[in-house]
């Protein structure tokens, strides 16, 4: 599959935009046409409802694919810089190109928004792709194999299915570029192996994202954005907040203002409820189920192992040395952490990894600017959750152990596409090169520093001052007179004598 997506790139066929916009529209006719098949597949892996898979998978596919299509006459073409003055006559400019192949290793969480974002980008870019869809939401996957062919060049865009072993031989393969999302520990494999072929690689990983609750905010609307944000899909979110810090003196109104948003989102039997999720299989079941041992649980807990199971749940007075608080939870617990003080939540945060997202609920803009100011994490939403990943002209992705590169609109089709330096010069203007001919005197140098030292952007009354500016060039330039060298004048009084 790799070598025929190869071959079918170089014929050059992804080159015009034409194409690449042909397969796009295909793209959004697949998640259109196909909604009902998604829909199932999801519902078997995920237990997503009917109509919170078109909010939280497809609809955003269906935007960025209707946002890229506009945008990529523009997106792809020349883009011009600005120009010194020994450049101003010149053509200088970036061209964005493809990189080549492409893989995509996606996730199973959310596994089309996750699979299909980075493959829009792939496309747009004009680079062959190979996708490789989570084995762990095997519905899904055996979704992807068997109809995005119907609808893609199915040789520059194959779909390769499997596990571990099959995942393992793909990263032994030479790519142009690996875009991976998943967890920290996979992200470092994908990154170990991508480094024996020099391909470089995005990775959209994650870690355990805060949320800073400030004592005078409006903790009711606070607490059902909170709440939405941890629990839907389960928990199994990337960027949900992972966990909460708050002065102890709120901490049992932000317990009660859960619990009271988890009942009007999801009834008093979340297990009955269409639009709460479940555990993706047993093996992160027993996972996030042991992360409430040594905690107290306020309220919640409850679990069904024979449905992957777990109830929305907070737990409180949670120590830092905590089970929960060792890894990413990736499920619907959410532990509070008490600090006295916005100062020591902040040394809290640095003091960790640095994470996907950092949430911050306050009316003080001046609170929320310091934090940003003085903490680090891949984005920063204030007094909401998630809907930072749906702002297409925001780059989405990480920073140290939560990931590398960015994507989502315009920073998706960079992110896979080569951005090439131009610089495109004439024969003509000989005599302004005689400042950078040897021989080399101080007088040229001075010159040098003033022609590189000032850079021109022309604008709109570039061709109007074009022609005076060459001009002055030329007669600096001829001011500067290799002839005037004492080398030179040297070889002259001898030509004189003789």
Known sequence: MLERARRAFLTGRTKPLEYRIRQLKSLQRFLVERKTEIATALNKDLHKSEHGIPLFETLSLEGEISLTVNKLAEWAAPRPVEKNLLTISDQVYIQPEPLGVVLVIGAWNYPWAVTIQPLIGAIAAGNAAVVKPSEVSMHTAKIMEDLLPLYLDKEMYPVVTGGVLETQELLKQRFDHIFYTGNSTVGKLVMEAASHHLTPVTLELGGKSPCYIDSSCDLTIACRRIAWGKFSNCGQTCIAPDYVLCNPAIQDRVVEEIRKAVKEFYTDDPKSCTDYGRIINQRHFKRVKAMMEDSLVAFGGENDESQNYIAPTVLKDVKPEAKVMQEEIFGPILPIITVSSVDEAIIFINEREKPLALYIFSPDTKLIKRMIAETSSGGVLANDCLVQYSVSSLPFGGVGNSGMGAYHGKYGFDQLSHLRSCLVKSLSMEVANKIRYPPHTAKKVGWARFFIYRQVNL??????????????????????????????NSYNAESDNS
């Open 459 to 488: 604008g709109r009354l570039g061709k109007l001052v074009l022609l005076p500016l060459l001009a002055l060039i030329a007669a600096i330039a001829l001011q500067v007179n290799p002839f005037s060298d004492s080398r030179e």
